[in-house]
């Protein structure tokens, strides 16, 4: 994954479709920034590849956690970033995760057409 590849794309949460924008700087030279009531997620461009994707996955889980009500654990920062982390490498490490859950989501939505 790189900034270019994902810039522009949305991920959808919940039902809410967060917008990824990645700049070269952002506010406070933070690495990411979700922006729940906007629905945006702001990415540092200008990291190298594992800063970035760990900075990625810190913001989906500020996302799933606004999303679902959780206020208090989406501004935990420490929270996000050992999260993100862990959900990160738990599917670096088991690509076949990907396959697995990719092969069930698509026979379930076919299953509802």
């Not at 479709?17 to 729940?36: E, R, S, Y």
């Not at 913001?59 to 009500?69: D, K, Q, R, S, T």
């Not at 208090?72 to 862990?86: I, M, N, Q, V």
Request: net charge positive.
């Amino acid at each position: 994954m790189n900034s270019k590849s994902i810039n522009g794309k949305t991920v959808s949460i919940g039902g809410q479709a967060f917008k990824i924008i990645v700049k070269d700087k952002l506010d406070q030279d933070n690495w990411g920034q979700t922006i729940p009531g906007e629905s945006r997620i702001l990415l540092k461009g200008t990291l190298d590849e594992f800063p970035f994707i760990e900075t990625f996955w810190h913001e989906l889980i500020h996302c799933i956690f606004y999303n679902i009500g959780r206020r208090k654990e989406a501004r935990d920062e420490g929270f996000c970033d050992t999260l993100g982390r862990a959900i990160w490498c738990l599917f670096k490490d088991n690509p076949w995760l990907f396959d697995l859950t990719k092969g069930k989501a698509t026979r379930a939505k076919k299953n509802r057409s």
